[in-house]
């Protein structure tokens, strides 16, 4: 005999049937939102891209990061010590649940026109899954082809647009123009039951967000007194910015970093560096941030140090003196000579 239900009861499941109902709606749209308010941003579960290989996960607080000799490591944001490290995948392009999906370096896949994507257990750092997808080698860990990929309505999505580059000294603005369409482009979902990646529309995947901007319901930000603000940078979680002014120029730590929490307005912070900026994350008054190499002139030619991942405790009065940890992280980038 099937079961019935009493008019009353009735009444009952269809109010929490529309109560449910709204409560999905109103989730979906909260996710289409790219730009999200300071009062709309919960970091205790987001992971977010510190800077291209790099992403911090706000809710576990681990950092993902490309090994200087490649593979991949995770590591603890307060300690600094590792949880896991692997050699299968080189750069983390961006988590989802219990997987985190990477690209792997060109030298290790043995298909001449595919760029490897993997699946890896966030917890572990195990490899779940190689992705077969047809993405071309020359979308490589360092530049070529746009690649993204992003979790976008609930979807883990990939997708490379070809982009129309030229090299030259200064950009000529006058004679500007948009890249050209390219069919080629591929995109795929990642299916999370199977974990295999199925081909889509490559409109599908919305291009990357913009850098956070100042909205007429922010706060305003606090005047400070001295030098003028050269720049204003939002964090990787888009909740504080910072406020740079060069306070000291030519003097070691010449730069004064003031970071504002988002929401309020109110100075966080305020700490001394030897650069203007750098992508950050903050959290209970810890800093991370990405710190680029910086050359030297030895023996007649630049020499760069090494690329890193720092933590500093927000309560010293620099960088330097209030070190935690520092990592160093694959530097990607090209400085051999320029075609001619």
Same mark, same amino acid.
């Given at each position: 005999?099937?079961?019935?239900i009493?008019?009353p009861?009735l009444?009952?499941?269809?109010?929490?049937?529309?109560?449910?109902?709204?409560?999905?709606?109103g989730?979906a749209?909260?996710?289409?939102?790219?730009?999200?308010t300071?009062?709309?941003?919960?970091?205790?579960?987001?992971v977010?891209?510190?800077?291209?290989?790099?992403?911090i996960?706000?809710?576990?607080?681990?950092?993902?990061f490309?090994?200087?000799?490649?593979?991949?490591?995770?590591?603890?944001?307060?300690e600094?010590?590792?949880?896991?490290?692997?050699?299968?995948?080189d750069?983390?392009?961006?988590?989802?649940?219990?997987?985190?999906?990477?690209?792997?370096?060109?030298?290790?896949?043995?298909?001449?026109?595919?760029?490897?994507?993997?699946?890896?257990?966030?917890?572990?750092? @195990?490899?779940? =899954?190689?992705?077969?997808?047809? *993405?071309? #080698?020359s /979308?490589?860990?360092?530049?070529? %082809?746009e $690649?993204?990929?992003?979790?976008?309505?609930?979807?883990?999505?990939?997708?490379?647009?070809p982009?129309?580059?030229?090299?030259?000294?200064?950009?000529?603005?006058?004679?500007s123009?948009?890249?050209?369409?390219?069919p080629?482009?591929?995109?795929?979902?990642?299916?999370?039951?199977?974990?295999?990646?199925?081909?889509?529309?490559s @409109?599908?995947? =919305?291009?990357?967000?913009?850098? *956070?901007? #100042?909205? /007429?319901?922010?706060?305003?930000? %606090?005047? $400070?007194?001295?030098?003028p603000?050269?720049?204003?940078?939002?964090?990787?979680?888009?909740?504080?910015?910072?406020?740079?002014?060069?306070?000291?120029?030519?003097q070691?730590?010449?730069?004064?970093?003031?970071?504002?929490?988002?929401?309020?307005g109110e100075?966080?912070?305020?700490?001394?560096?030897?650069?203007?900026?750098a992508?950050?994350?903050?959290?209970?008054?810890?800093?991370?941030?990405?710190?680029?190499?910086?050359?030297?002139?030895?023996?007649?030619?630049?020499?760069?140090?090494?690329?890193?991942?720092?933590?500093v405790?927000?309560?010293?009065?620099?960088?330097e003196?209030?070190?935690?940890?520092?990592?160093?992280?694959?530097?990607?980038?090209?400085r051999?000579?320029?075609?001619?």
């Amino acid at each position: 005999m099937q079961p019935t239900i009493s008019s009353p009861n009735l009444s009952v499941w269809l109010l929490l049937a529309m109560l449910a109902t709204s409560i999905w709606i109103g989730s979906a749209a909260w996710c289409a939102v790219p730009l999200p308010t300071a009062d709309e941003i919960d970091a205790s579960d987001r992971v977010v891209e510190l800077a291209p290989g790099i992403l911090i996960d706000s809710g576990q607080g681990i950092a993902y990061f490309m090994r200087p000799e490649g593979g991949i490591e995770a590591l603890t944001l307060w300690e600094g010590s590792t949880l896991w490290s692997s050699e299968q995948g080189d750069k983390p392009l961006v988590a989802y649940g219990d997987l985190l999906l990477t690209q792997t370096d060109l030298g290790k896949s043995e298909k001449a026109d595919t760029t490897p994507l993997l699946l890896l257990d966030r917890r572990s750092g @195990e490899t779940r =899954s190689t992705l077969d997808m047809q *993405l071309p #080698r020359s /979308a490589s860990l360092s530049g070529g %082809p746009e $690649l993204i990929a992003r979790v976008q309505e609930g979807e883990l999505l990939v997708a490379w647009r070809p982009q129309e580059r030229r090299l030259q000294a200064l950009p000529d603005r006058s004679r500007s123009r948009p890249a050209k369409a390219d069919p080629s482009e591929r995109a795929f979902r990642i299916d999370l039951g199977s974990e295999r990646a199925i081909a889509i529309p490559s @409109e599908r995947v =919305s291009k990357a967000p913009k850098r *956070l901007e #100042r909205r /007429a319901a922010d706060p305003p930000l %606090p005047s $400070l007194d001295g030098a003028p603000v050269i720049l204003e940078l939002p964090s990787a979680d888009q909740r504080h910015m910072l406020l740079s002014q060069r306070v000291a120029p030519g003097q070691p730590d010449e730069y004064l970093w003031t970071f504002v929490t988002r929401s309020t307005g109110e100075i966080l912070a305020e700490i001394r560096a030897d650069t203007s900026f750098a992508h950050f994350y903050i959290r209970d008054k810890r800093l991370i941030f990405e710190q680029k190499p910086a050359g030297d002139l030895v023996d007649g030619r630049v020499v760069f140090g090494p690329k890193k991942l720092i933590c500093v405790d927000l309560h010293g009065e620099s960088l330097e003196a209030a070190e935690v940890w520092a990592h160093e992280v694959r530097d990607l980038t090209y400085r051999g000579p320029l075609p001619h």
